[in-house]
């Protein structure tokens, strides 16, 4: 039975320059990656990702997330903002009613292949 907790290591240290090198060229700026590490974060939240997926089937306010969700209007806000302030999410004004939808395409393919990664 295979111990998922060992992690395997070279039995000597061997570093293959050429590789080191190439990966080293092509590596993004640290502060593109403190981005990039940041925008995962937004996904760590479980009620962020229910109401992304909300989003992926319908435009919807608030208050229609809030009931979806069983949460108060205040914490789907919160979350809301959060989403805002990453880009993932984008609103339109109607009246006195304020509608999200997902901001790009880009999110709900990022959404499907973590969910396929899950699933497999």
Aim: hydrophobic letters at 40%.
């Amino acid at each position: 039975m295979e111990n998922n907790n060992i992690i395997d290591r070279c039995e000597e240290t061997c570093v293959h320059n050429n590789i080191v090198e190439k990966v080293d060229n092509n590596m993004p700026e640290d502060t593109i990656l403190y981005d990039l590490a940041d925008f995962f974060k937004v996904f760590g939240d479980c009620t962020r990702i229910k109401v992304l997926y909300a989003l992926f089937e319908s435009e919807m306010c608030v208050c229609d997330i809030a009931q979806l969700l069983n949460m108060n209007q205040s914490a789907i806000s919160h979350q809301l903002r959060v989403l805002k302030q990453n880009r993932l999410v984008k609103y339109r004004r109607e009246g006195k009613t304020v509608f999200y939808s997902l901001a790009d395409s880009h999110i709900k393919t990022i959404f499907n292949q973590g969910l396929e990664h899950i699933l497999e």
